[in-house]
């Protein structure tokens, strides 16, 4: 079930969501500004970082263990945006960023429900060839950070990236019971994945 | 058994300030690496530029059988999923403490 703007309030003042800093403000008299809660969504704004991968003489093999999170690190750059200097993104440019509120999706120790979540982006971004993720919008009950969007310029023209503008909205909902074991997993497991072999 | 416990593990900087590249074994001692943010980990001095550091990270206890632990990550690492099996020895209930640069 997606939780309505009132319910995301709910779910903030009893602590079972937090975006920090919180979205504000919660209701807007209507023609008077932009108000961060749609119906059912709340946006997020750019973070101030863009990092962008290099291109080298490497390819990716993800069916070989490595230290892959440190070598994607070393093969990008990243940059420090403001609103004097944002990042142009050109078309067909993959970059990456990150959301300026952290958010948490605390799992709860009693009850049988707790919160997961799903990153989306904007029409009005779309609209220019902006994608801001691509095959990982979920956000698993237990996060806890800001959000890396994974962004790629489809658009004919570039796209100027500026830190704290509305890149995406995040829409949350209820899992019901809270996550535990799966059986099948851990049982014959043959690999460290705990995914079972036979 | 549904309890926090926290992983051995080496990081670096990662591709956001605040964030590490982080690097652990599994039971078999096939190497696996994630990204976490700073809240996940503990380390008494956290690296900058090409230093790595000892640190901990915080995981999920789901089950344990014998000296096999597995557990949930906080993030997918990029090797594989989210759940995965080590050994005991690679887990400790408290926080790493102390000046462990490497």
Redesign the interface.
């Known amino acids: 079930m997606i939780l309505s703007n009132v319910e995301l309030h709910k779910a903030l003042d009893a602590g079972r969501l937090v975006i920090s800093s919180e979205p504000q403000p919660r209701f807007l008299p209507a023609g008077t500004g932009h108000c961060p809660y749609d119906t059912h969504s709340v946006d997020l704004r750019l973070?101030d970082?863009i990092?962008v991968p290099q291109p080298g003489t490497y390819a990716y093999d993800?069916t070989?263990?490595?230290?892959?999170?440190?070598h994607?690190?070393k093969t990008?750059v990243?940059y420090k945006i403001s609103a004097a200097t944002p990042f142009k993104l050109e078309p067909n440019q993959f970059v990456?960023g990150?959301t300026h509120e952290r958010i948490e999706l605390p799992i709860p120790t009693s009850g049988d429900v707790c919160l997961a979540a799903r990153i989306e982006g904007k029409s009005s971004r779309a609209r220019t060839g902006l994608l801001i993720h691509f095959t990982a919008p979920t956000v698993?009950p237990?996060?806890?950070?800001?959000l890396?969007l994974e962004m790629i310029n489809l658009g004919a023209a570039p796209i100027l990236l500026t830190p704290m503008m509305l890149i995406a909205q995040l829409i949350v909902e209820e899992v019901r019971g809270?996550p535990?074991?799966?059986d099948s997993?851990?049982q014959n497991?043959t690999?460290?994945?705990?995914?079972s072999g036979t | 058994?549904?309890a926090e416990a926290w992983l051995n593990c080496v990081i670096?900087?990662?591709?956001?300030?605040?964030?590490y590249?982080?690097?652990a074994q599994?039971?078999?001692g096939?190497?696996?690496?994630?990204?976490?943010?700073e809240?996940?980990l503990t380390c008494r001095d956290f690296p900058q530029g090409n230093q790595q550091a000892k640190a901990t990270l915080r995981v999920?206890v789901?089950?344990e059988?014998g000296d096999l632990f597995?557990i949930?990550l906080?993030?997918q690492?990029?090797?594989?999923?989210?759940?995965?099996?080590v050994k005991a020895d690679q887990l400790t209930i408290e926080p790493v403490r102390g000046k462990q640069r490497v």
């Open positions: 973070g970082e990092s993800h070989q263990p490595a230290r892959l999170s440190e994607l690190t990008a990243k990456l990150v698993h237990g996060f806890q950070g800001r890396v809270i535990r074991r799966n997993q851990f497991q690999s460290p994945d705990g995914v | 058994m549904n670096t900087p990662g591709q956001f300030t605040g964030e590249a982080v690097h599994a039971f078999d096939q190497g696996f690496s994630l990204f976490a943010w809240d996940e999920r789901i089950e059988q597995l949930e906080p993030q690492a990029l090797e594989n999923g989210r759940l995965l099996t």
